[in-house]
């Protein structure tokens, strides 16, 4: 995730307590903190902290459900935090907007008045206090909810409001602990108020300029992004090297008669896990199969071990037909029992392993990217110039992208109605009337199996709410007759395709990454369909 907005939320906690409402809500932190025992100031903390996390997860929740496009929450955050950028600029404006906030101390002063000493009633307190200054805190708050809304994973959303409230409560809990001390304090925060809005101002403008840009601080300091990479030694190499695996159970080959590790000693090898309808892994490919032009000659060999998702991948004669539409010349080991998976302990597709010549496994990357700093391990191997000119990368996700989403019953998840799934039968599906953001449902006659969904009649419907620019579907027939779909967008026809074999299909290509509704309607019984993918 970026760093940039992960700092920006811990600044944003910070500058919680330069606002221009801290005055009327101080004394009542200071009074709630030296009415109790020495336990309360500790509870007040976490009750704040709570009041506000249980407020951001409700909130970033409820926007899923009700399907709104986050490119408006990412623009509304933006607008936001420009705005409170604005009011700590302005003296004029930090007074005003004091001004408007004042009530709410004389709201929170009765509430605050319990004598009980201890940590409960501390937490109890602090929620209460949490509550009174959301209002008064008002742009930078809500800023900061947007911020954790549009996170792409409620992990990267807990991280968010951990940033946060380490910058809100950090100086909270200091002015909670010192008591009536921090009164005669003040005087001098008093003074230099201003300088400090102003401070906080700028740092917010320059996030919000890198974020508007698409800047992202985890990038700005790797090479492996970058068009060009120099090493003159092996990047990202493994600390500790082991002897490559041996191919196990591999069913036939393609391309080359069988090859062992043993036979390989003496090359640079690439191992190349992958399975033809990943787009992950198809979109590796055009630079894989450029590195098998340019330097088979100088000595690498790569080898594609095909290990299938799907039972239709296991197919001598489909995987043949990938080869061929994408132009693959090196060797193909086709791994059906993942025998050969399991002696790598690979986990993903796809998954590159960079042997040297001594036959040890020194470098591996995972997914798509890095392609310049693998190429530059190539070459170091090789013992050829480690200056690549690659190509940018560019990037196949974004912040709101729906996840990759399984229809079987295996792997399914985000079904409209999963209290109605009935495994392996043949069911009447009926469509529901709102479809949540990220999820899907039928209507009509399907069949839901373990890795698949199959339609039983004609103009049997799939739809999916999804957020990206293009949308890919798994996708065939049974018997492998060919059946005609027809695509809506939005309620409107975007195009029609015809299903003849099993394979990845491209259903979806936006000018922009948007929130959309998709449906696709079958011609005739038999539409089999297996995983949505997505990408930019």
């Known amino acids: 995730m970026n760093v940039i907005e992960v700092g920006l939320s811990f600044f944003e906690g910070l500058a919680l307590i330069a606002s221009p409402c801290i005055l009327p809500v101080l004394p009542l932190m200071l009074s709630a903190s030296i009415d109790g025992g020495r336990k ?201 090297p082991y002897p490559a695996p041996e191919f196990a159970g591999i069913e036939a080959w393609l391309n080359a ?5 043993q036979s390989l000693k003496g090359k640079v090898v690439l191992i190349d896990f992958w399975t033809y309808s990943c787009i992950n892994c198809v979109r590796t490919l055009p630079y894989i199969t450029k590195w098998d032009e340019k330097y088979r000659d100088q000595g690498l060999v790569i080898i594609g071990v095909h290990a299938p998702e799907f039972e239709f991948e296991k197919n001598k004669d489909n995987v043949a037909a990938a080869i061929a539409a994408h132009n693959i010349k090196y060797p193909v080991a086709l791994d059906n029992r993942l025998d050969t998976w399991q002696n790598f302990k690979n986990r993903y597709w796809p998954a590159h392993y960079l042997i040297d010549k001594d036959g040890k496994v020194v470098y591996t990357h995972f997914g798509e990217g890095k392609y ?5 391990n190539i070459r170091y191997l090789l013992g050829l110039n480690t200056r690549t000119e690659g190509e940018p990368e560019i990037r196949r996700t974004n912040y709101a992208q729906t996840h990759e989403t399984y229809l079987g019953y295996a792997r399914s998840q985000n079904f409209a109605d999963p209290a109605s799934i009935k495994k392996d039968a043949i069911a009447l599906y009926k469509q529901a009337k709102f479809l949540p953001s990220d999820h899907w449902g039928l209507g009509g006659k399907w069949q839901i199996e373990k890795e698949r969904i199959v339609s039983d009649e004609a103009d049997a419907t799939l739809q999916i709410n999804f957020t990206a620019k293009k949308v890919f579907l798994v996708l065939g027939t049974k018997d492998n007759q060919p059946i005609n779909i027809d695509l809506s967008l939005n309620g409107e026809k975007l195009k029609s395709i015809n299903v003849d074999r099993h394979n990845l299909y491209e259903l979806v290509n936006q000018d922009a990454a948007k929130n959309a509704l998709l449906e696709i309607k079958t011609s005739k019984p038999g539409l089999e369909a297996y995983a949505f993918t997505f990408g930019n």
């Open 40 to 240: 309360r100031p500790f509870g007040i903390i976490v009750g704040f902290v709570l009041a506000f996390t249980l407020f951001a997860l409700f909130a970033r929740k409820l926007v899923m459900l009700l399907g709104i496009d986050l490119d408006y929450i990412k623009y509304a955050s933006l607008v936001l935090l420009t705005g409170f950028a604005v009011i700590l600029f302005s003296q004029k404006l930090s007074q005003k907007f004091s001004n408007l906030t004042q009530r709410f101390a004389g709201v929170g002063g009765s509430l605050a008045s319990n004598n009980k000493d201890g940590f409960v009633s501390g937490i109890i307190i602090g929620m209460l206090i949490g509550l009174i200054w959301t209002p008064c805190a008002g742009p930078i708050l809500a800023a900061v909810l947007v911020q954790i809304i549009r996170q792409e994973t409620d992990s990267q959303a807990l991280i968010m409001i951990l940033s946060f409230a380490i910058g809100a409560a950090v100086p909270m809990f200091i002015i909670a602990i010192t008591g009536r001390k921090i009164m005669s304090k003040l005087g001098f925060f008093t003074a230099h108020a201003e300088a400090v809005r102003k401070v906080f101002a700028v740092i917010i403008l320059i996030a919000v300029a890198c974020i508007a840009t698409g800047v992202n601080a985890n990038n700005l300091f790797s090479k492996s992004n970058a068009a060009t990479v120099q090493s003159n030694s092996l990047q990202d190499g493994l600390e500790t």
């Open 257 to 261: 008669n069988p090859l062992t590790m």
């Open 372 to 376: 310049s700093v693998t190429e530059n």
